[in-house]
C-alpha cells in the first residue's frame, strides 16, 4: 500500500479528460509507447516519451476496452508489443489507489481507510484487462492467444503469489470484493480450457492457484464468486465434474495424490482476513469451512443446481479429509446448522420433484453419507453430537415426506441406506441414554417404511441367494449397482435394525391378514390383495384365507359365488383324493398280509411233502 502520494483512478480520469482523450488514440496507433507506460515505477519517474504513473490509469481503461475485442488488429498489435508482459508487470507492482485531498497532511493510516471504503485492489485493474481478454477470445487458439497463453505462464504462479500475501480488498464482503473473487476464478478457468496444459502449472508445488481460489470461496457473498471457485475447485476433487478438456490432459498428467494435493486446498483456510492475518488452527480453519457452507447455501438467490454444487463440493472434500484432513469430519459432526441446511436443500429438491431436482436431493443426502467410517474412530461425544444434530435437523420428517420421491431416485435407497448403517453401527451404541430417547422419539415411520417396501419375486431362499450374489459382484467389481432393488430391501431392513437398537419394538413387523397365520410380513415376501389394502406373507396365505374372500370390500357379489362354487369343487376333488388314497393304502396293506401268510402256508406244505417222500431224513 502507498503511503500518502497514491493513484485514483477515478480522480484522474474525471480531471484529465484531455489525457483520456489523447491515450485513446495512442493506444490504438503506438503499442510500443502504451507498454513502455505501463511499465513506469515510482511517481516521479517518467519514460523516454515523458509518459509517468499519472497516465497508467487512462492505459489500462482504454486497454480493456479493446481487450474485448482480442481478435482485433489493434490488439494483435498490443500483443506482439509486449502488452501480456506489461499487464502482469503492473499486477505485480502496482500500488494503492487512495483519493488524498491533501498530501501533505495525510497519514498512511487515513490514506488506507480511504481506500478501503471506495477503491479496488492495486492489482486488480491491470487482472480485470487480462480476464476480459481472456474471455473474449475464441476457443480455437490464435498465434495471438498462444502469445497471450506463454506471456501469462511465465507470471502466473508470481501474480498468485503477490495476490495470495496481499489480498487487499478482495475479500471484503461488498460487491467490490465480488467481482474482484469471481474474476480470480474466471481467468484459471478459461486458461484451462483454451490450453489444458496450463493445469501444469497449477499443479506444481509451489503454485498457491489453489489456496487463492479456496480463501475466496470462504469469503464468497454472492451466488457469482460462491459458484466459480466451488466450480473450479471440485473439478479437481470429483470426475463427474471435471470437464472433458481437463481429462484428456490428465490422462497423460495424472494428479499428484491426496495427501499433497488436499493440504495445498485447505491452506486457503489457513488464514483469517485482516491487516495482520491471524493463523487459524486445523480445528478452527475446518470449523470455518462448514460455517462458509452453510452461509451459502443459504444466500436468498442460489438456485437449486447452486446449492447442489456446494453440497457436492463439501462431500468432494469430506471424503480425502477422512484420512488427510481429520478436523474437517470432526467439524463436521459438531455443526447441527450443516445438516439443518442440507435438509432445507432436500426438501426443497422435494418439492420440485423433478427429475432435474433429483441430482440436489442426492447430493443433500450423501453429505449425510459422506462421514461413512472416521466417526466410528471418534469418542461418544462426537457420536452424541452427531445423533443430535441429525435428530433436531428435520432428516427423518423429510425423508417420510419423500419417501416416494427418494425411491424413484437411482441411488437414493443405496445412500439411504449408509446413512442408516452409519447410525446402527457407529452411533447409536455410544450415545448416552438421553440422546438414544431423543432419536426414539422420532420412531416409528410408517410411511417411509412402506414407502421402501418392495415386493421381491421368487422364494426366501431365492432372494437370499441374489442378496449372496449381489454381495459377491459388488466385492469382485467394486460396483454398488446403485439401481438394484435390494437397495431398497436393505434400507427396509437397515431402518428396522435402528429401530430395534433404540429400543422401538417390532415397529416394522405387519402380522399377517390371515388370521390362523402368525407369521409377520416381510418386505421380501410381502403381498398385497389387489382389491384392497389387506397384506399377507405368502401368495399361499392370500390364495387360501377364505374369510378375506368373503370379506373384501374390493370383490363383487358375482365374484364371491364364483370363488366360492370354486372352493366347494376344491373340497369335494380333495374330500375324494383323501378317500381314494386311504382305499389305495388298505388295499396294499391287504394283498400284503394275504401273500405273507401264502408265502408261510407254501413253506408248511412243501416240507410235509418232502417228508413224505423220504427226502428229508426223520429223528430217531
Known amino acids: 500500500m502507498a503511503c500518502t502520494k497514491t493513484l485514483d483512478v477515478q480522480r484522474i480520469l474525471a480531471q484529465e479528460p484531455t489525457g483520456a482523450a489523447r491515450w485513446q488514440t495512442l493506444v490504438k496507433t503506438d503499442p510500443k509507447r502504451t507498454v513502455r507506460a505501463l511499465t513506469i515505477v515510482g511517481f516521479d519517474n517518467e519514460t523516454v516519451d515523458g509518459d509517468t504513473m499519472w497516465d497508467m490509469p487512462h492505459v489500462l481503461v482504454h486497454l480493456k476496452n479493446e481487450a474485448q475485442n482480442p481478435k482485433s488488429e489493434v490488439w494483435k498489435r498490443l500483443v506482439d508489443a509486449g502488452v501480456y508482459n506489461a499487464l502482469c508487470f503492473c499486477v505485480l507492482n502496482a500500488q494503492g489507489t487512495a483519493l488524498v485531498k491533501d498530501e501533505n497532511a495525510a497519514t498512511q493510516a487515513k490514506a488506507e481507510q480511504q481506500a478501503k471504503q471506495q477503491m479496488y485492489s492495486p492489482w486488480f485493474i491491470p487482472f480485470q484487462v487480462i480476464c476480459a481478454a481472456v474471455l473474449f477470445c475464441g476457443n480455437v487458439v490464435t498465434p495471438a492467444e498462444h502469445r497471450m497463453i506463454e506471456d501469462i505462464r511465465k507470471h502466473w504462479s508470481t501474480m498468485m503469489q503477490r495476490i495470495w500475501t496481499q489480498p487487499m480488498y478482495c475479500l471484503e464482503p461488498d460487491q467490490r470484493g465480488v467481482v474482484e473473487r469471481a474474476m480470480l476464478a474466471q481467468v484459471p478457468i478459461r486458461l484451462a480450457v483454451l490450453d489444458p496444459s496450463f493445469l501444469g502449472v497449477f499443479l506444481k508445488p509451489s503454485d498457491l492457484t489453489f489456496a ?40 497423460s498428467h495424472p494428479l499428484p495424490p491426496m495427501r499433497a494435493l488436499l493440504p495445498r486446498i485447505i491452506l486457503g483456510a489457513s488464514k483469517a482476513a485482516g491487516q495482520t492475518p491471524k493463523k487459524r488452527t486445523p480445528q478452527q480453519a475446518a470449523d470455518t469451512i462448514v460455517s462458509s457452507c452453510v452461509r451459502h447455501l443459504r444466500v436468498p438467490e442460489m438456485t437449486l443446481n447452486e446449492q447442489s454444487l456446494e453440497l457436492h463440493f463439501l462431500r468432494a472434500l469430506t471424503i480425502p479429509s477422512k484420512t488427510e484432513f481429520l478436523a474437517l469430519p470432526r467439524a463436521m459432526f459438531k455443526s447441527a446448522d450443516i445438516w439443518a441446511a442440507a435438509v432445507e436443500v432436500l426438501r426443497r429438491a422435494a418439492k420440485e420433484g423433478t427429475d432435474e431436482a433429483q441430482e440436489a436431493y442426492l447430493d443433500a443426502l450423501e453429505a449425510f453419507s ?10 461418544p461425544e462426537f457420536a452424541n453430537a452427531l445423533a443430535v444434530g441429525w435428530a433436531s435437523c428435520g432428516l427423518f420428517e423429510a425423508l417420510d415426506e419423500s419417501v416416494d420421491y427418494l425411491v424413484k431416485i437411482i441411488g437414493g435407497p443405496m ?33 417411509l417404511a412402506s414407502g421402501l417396501t418392495v415386493s421381491l419375486p421368487g422364494k426366501p431362499q431365492e432372494h437370499m441367494d441374489q442378496q449372496a450374489e449381489f454381495m459377491s459382484r459388488i466385492k469382485d467389481t467394486g460396483d454398488l449397482d446403485p439401481s438394484n432393488p435390494i437397495w431398497r430391501q436393505a434400507a427396509w431392513e437397515m431402518l428396522a435394525n435402528l429401530m430395534a437398537a433404540i429400543g422401538v419394538e417390532n415397529a416394522l413387523s405387519v402380522p399377517c391378514s390371515r388370521s390362523s397365520c402368525n407369521e409377520p410380513v416381510s418386505a421380501a415376501r410381502k403381498v398385497s390383495c389387489k382389491k384392497c389394502e389387506a397384506q399377507f406373507c405368502s401368495q399361499g396365505c392370500l390364495k387360501s384365507d377364505k374369510e378375506h374372500g368373503r370379506a373384501c370390500p374390493g370383490i363383487d357379489s358375482a365374484q364371491r359365488i364364483y370363488d366360492g362354487v370354486a372352493a366347494t369343487n376344491r373340497d369335494i376333488r380333495n374330500r375324494q383324493l383323501v378317500a381314494y388314497s386311504i382305499l389305495t393304502v388298505v388295499t396294499a396293506l ?6 405273507v401268510l401264502l408265502r408261510g402256508m407254501w413253506r408248511l406244505v412243501a416240507g410235509l411233502v418232502w417228508r413224505l417222500v423220504g427226502l428229508i431224513p426223520t429223528s430217531e
Open 590 to 595: 391287504a394283498l400284503w398280509i394275504l401273500y
Open 370 to 379: 459422506a462421514l461413512m467410517g472416521p466417526i466410528s474412530k471418534e469418542g
Open 212 to 251: 487463492v481460489c479456496f480463501r475466496n470461496w470462504i469469503y464468497a457473498s454472492s451466488r457469482q464468486d460462491i459458484q466459480l471457485n466451488s466450480g473450479f475447485l471440485v473439478a479437481l476433487l470429483s470426475q463427474p465434474h471435471t470437464p472433458p478438456h481437463w481429462t484428456r490432459y490428465l490422462e
Open 415 to 447: 445412500t439411504l441406506t449408509f446413512i442408516l448403517k452409519i447410525l446402527v453401527d457407529d452411533v447409536v451404541p455410544r450415545v448416552n441414554a438421553e440422546t438414544r430417547n431423543l432419536l426414539r422419539a422420532l420412531f416409528p415411520r410408517p410411511r
